[in-house]
């Protein structure tokens, strides 16, 4: 009889035991089931209560640091539960709709408090770095590139030019100057947020050698040759509207440098004006500009300026390459709408020459 009541007894307790454990492991289930729900409803954007934040996942952030970030910018409902559910394996896919393979992976991503716990889950196990499209003009100087890949996040311009100037990362692309602007080759571009300037700067550099391996006339040329051919380039870049006259405004330029005379380019002035004394772009060049005191001032000093004064695209590189084969010493725009100049032999042809303006009607 007495064993009879302690075996009751011990049934009890482990009835109310198990009891126990199942309300408390089903009140973690319930509460866990409630924490991995998105923060906002999936009406939010109806009710103008979505939030996008971008987040970022170093490479080897613990899951907890990952966890507690995601709650402090208020993707998830918990910190800890994340953590929990994170580590709980194959148990995610049949209780939560997880993976089965669950491995968080550094990368970029935008993130929305709609989104549950799992849907973010997934997001950042894919370790997919979100693309920022950046498209560079041709023609575009040192300072804008740095200023667009500050805008766009990509990195400081501070640091973008640091890098630009490096000593180290020119001497590696064998130039002996002091600055690789001319070489950041315009173009569109693939960036992630937070790169490292020196990654921006070499991706494109890297570019600028690319393609002009496509260009015969520079494969046997030493790098102050090819650097000179560039200058040259940020030059013609900047007055060529037409793309079949680059070459000639070329020859133009290469004529004048073999008879020692100055190439006399407004370009070289708005580049004094706007990069070296950071005025706004000038309308018109006036006749006090043609004498400001600098290197880069082709109307007072002869041959080419120190350094590019842009970065060229493939066509003025190309024009720089191989101009056209003629007797011009001087071009005038003439057809401002068309963006076509007349060239000309002597300066009394060209100072007869009459500017044109052709409407659109007119075509």
């Known amino acids: 009889m007495q064993k009879k009541k302690v075996g009751i007894a011990i049934l009890i307790v482990f ?14 289930y319930i ?8 923060v906002v409803s999936k009406d939010a954007v109806e009710m103008g209560i979505e939030k996008t934040v971008h987040f970022e996942v170093l490479p080897g952030m613990p899951t907890k640091d990952i966890a507690e970030e995601l709650e402090a910018k208020g993707l998830i409902r918990s910190a800890e539960v994340f953590y929990i559910v994170s580590r709980m394996g194959k148990l995610h896919y049949r209780y939560f709709g997880g993976d089965n393979d669950f491995s968080l992976k550094s990368g970029s991503y935008t993130l929305k408090n709609s989104m549950d716990m799992m849907e973010i889950m997934r997001a950042i196990q894919t370790g997919k770095q979100e693309d920022i499209i950046v498209v560079f003009p041709e023609g ?8 667009i890949v500050e805008n ?8 973008f030019i640091a890098s630009v100037n490096d000593k180290n990362i020119i001497n590696d692309y064998g130039f002996a100057t002091s600055s690789l602007e001319g070489c950041l080759f315009p173009d569109t571009y693939f960036f992630v947020r937070d790169m490292q300037s020196e990654s921006v700067v070499r991706m494109m550099v890297d570019n600028f050698f690319s393609h002009i391996n496509d260009i015969e006339e520079f494969s046997s040329l030493s790098r102050a040759e090819l650097y000179d051919k560039v200058i040259l380039a940020s030059i013609i870049e900047r007055e060529y509207r037409v793309a079949e006259e680059a070459p000639v405004i070329a020859s133009v330029f290469v004529n004048r440098l073999a008879k020692e005379i100055r190439l006399q380019s407004c370009a070289t002035i708005e580049y004094i004006i706007t990069e070296i004394e950071g005025l706004p772009h000038p309308d018109v060049i006036h006749y006090k500009d043609l004498w400001i005191e600098s290197p880069y001032n082709t109307y007072r000093e002869k041959g080419l300026p120190p350094s590019p004064i842009s970065n060229p695209g493939f066509v003025a590189l190309k024009a720089a390459a191989k101009p056209a084969k003629t007797n011009y010493y001087y071009f ?10 007349t060239f000309s032999e002597t300066f009394d042809e060209h100072a007869n020459v009459n500017i044109t303006y052709t409407t659109k009607a007119a075509k």
């Open 15 to 28: 009835l109310v035991l198990f009891s126990l454990v199942f309300v408390a492991a089903f009140s973690a």
């Open 140 to 147: 575009i100087t040192l300072s804008k590139i740095a200023q």
């Open 332 to 341: 005038r725009l003439t057809n401002v709408e068309e963006g076509r100049h």
């Open 31 to 38: 509460y866990i089931k409630g924490a991995v729900k998105s």
């Open 152 to 159: 766009h996040n990509v990195c400081s311009k501070e640091d």
